[in-house]
């Protein structure tokens, strides 16, 4: 039986975002669906942009979501190392069998003579401006060669050959060795680049399935051929379609309302398992209206014949909608676990800030709006003058209200709503007229939960004093 390994490769140059977060839920999903094992490899041979702690925050990221890690740098298996930089060795000795086959060459042509002939073939109106061969039609001839320069090392691609796959998502695909070109695998840094080590990589590390963006697939004839040459059999490839804003546009950095990184959502209290519901439909479909999963479910239920062939758009709202939904599921004591970071500084009891995240709980759709909310219950509450003009047009309703609250010996949530609609009918009001005069003086807010509820947390001595310090400015 094919063992079933999928593989994510990000690269330390930045932090885990939306897209790379997706990719890895897609390959955790069907590696797990098909009792197989999901990689986490490190391409970390970028050195000039590489970040401090860009693959502490990837993994960090991707098991927050909820994703488990079968092998990685700090969880090794019998395929390290999992880092590109601790591989060259690898990869050199199968540079020097490619330049031995004769298949890969050395290349001496310095950058400006690179600019130049790309910029010949542009005003001869080539739009992919290609390698003009130099190196490789005189490999074989003694020309003097500065020994200062330190070459780089180029395959070299058969004339007109149809590289042709059969992919997970768009069926069969070809392209044709004309629109690629003879490639770079190492550079005069002695570094090798992207899609050489794939390739090396993903053999040695059995990948069964390369599941990646779509951008991938110009690079994919370049991997085929490096799998022919070496005689491996290659993993089946499955490109992803995009992601896109509310305008249709792919996703990127400026699109500021999706957050973007992962460790964003954490920090703005969305619940791991929102993140891991919300994108497993990003793009997947099971195939029914069900949209709330847990997570053994979607592992049962995932698989490529659900993959959406067009872009998938990133609908923050559905996001929120989705957190709102498993925030209201949280019982108590997660609740608190939850929440309390936002407001630890607050000087309130645990079990004032307990009942007030209860209060709030139905209406929270980011973890962080509880600090704002929370201010309603604290001294930090004032209405603006326009709010406060407009709730005492009801002073003779306030006054009022404030001797029914005096009578009150039962102070208890129940208690306080029969008396509010008491008052309401003694005055002939309802509604907003009733609740707006009301919220404005003891909240300086004109919306939030009930005010019996908000009543029953202040306590007698706070609600009174609220509402008599209104009365009287």
């Known amino acids: 039986m094919k063992k079933i390994r999928l593989r994510y490769a990000p690269s330390p140059t930045g932090y885990l975002h939306i897209g790379g977060a997706r990719t ?14 999901f990689i986490v490899r490190i391409e970390d041979t970028d050195y000039n942009r590489e970040i401090k702690d860009g693959e ?14 079968d092998e990685t740098t700090d969880n090794p298996g019998h395929y390290g190392p999992y880092k590109q930089s601790e591989r060259l060795d690898i990869y050199n000795k199968y540079i020097d069998q490619l330049l031995e086959k004769g298949v890969a060459y050395k290349c001496y042509c310095s950058p400006e003579e690179l600019a130049s002939s790309r910029e010949k073939q542009l005003k001869a109106g080539i739009i992919s401006p290609k390698y003009d061969e130099k190196c490789w039609n005189s490999r074989n001839t003694k020309i003097a060669i500065d020994p200062k320069i330190i070459p780089s090392i180029r395959v070299h691609l058969p004339k007109n050959h149809d590289f042709t796959w059969v992919d997970g998502v768009r069926g069969e695909i070809t392209i044709n060795s004309k629109d690629v070109g003879d ?32 951008e991938h697939i110009s690079n994919t004839p370049k991997q085929l051929h490096l799998f022919d040459v070496f005689g491996w059999k290659h993993p089946e490839f499955v490109h992803l379609t995009i992601i896109t804003n509310d305008e249709g546009k792919k996703l990127s950095k400026r699109d500021e309302e999706t957050l973007q990184f992962i460790h964003l959502f954490k920090e703005n209290g969305f619940l791991p398992i929102a993140i891991f519901n919300f994108l497993a439909l ?3 479909s099971p195939k029914t209206t069900q ?13 490529l014949e659900g993959l959406s062939h067009a872009p998938s758009m990133f609908n923050y709202d559905k996001l929120l909608w989705t957190n709102n939904y498993f925030i209201k599921r949280l019982n108590p004591k997660e609740l608190f676990t939850f929440l309390n970071p936002f407001v630890k500084d607050l000087e309130l009891s645990d079990e004032i800030k307990r009942q007030i995240f209860h209060v709030f709980q139905p209406q929270l759709r ?9 201010k309603t219950f604290t001294d930090e509450f004032k209405a603006t003058p326009k709010l406060k003009t407009e709730a005492l047009k009801s002073l003779s309703l306030l006054k009022d209200f404030e001797e029914v609250l005096k009578q009150i010996n039962q102070w208890e949530r129940s ?3 029969t008396q509010i ?8 009001v309802r509604g907003k007229e009733l609740f707006f005069p009301l919220r404005i003086a003891l909240t300086g807010i004109n919306h939030g939960p009930d005010l019996g509820s908000i009543m029953e947390i202040f306590g007698k001595e706070k609600t009174m004093k609220r509402l008599k310090e209104f009365i009287n400015a």
């Open 56 to 69: 502490k925050n990837q993994l960090d990221g991707l098991r927050w979501m909820g994703i488990e890690i």
């Open 282 to 284: 990003l793009g997947w």
């Open 291 to 303: 949209e709330i999963f847990n997570k053994k479910e979607l592992i049962k239920k995932f698989n």
């Open 24 to 37: 890895a839920l897609f390959n955790y999903l069907f590696a797990k669906a098909n009792h197989g094992k």
């Open 421 to 428: 609609m008491d008052l309401g009918k003694k005055h002939n």
């Open 415 to 417: 208690m306080l709503k």
């Open 366 to 374: 980011e973890g962080r709006e509880i600090k704002t909310l929370i």
């Open 183 to 214: 490639w770079i695998i190492k550079k005069s840094n002695d570094i090798p680049t992207y899609n050489f080590a794939v390739v090396i990589d993903d053999h040695l590390m059995e990948i069964s399935h390369v599941m990646r963006g779509e």
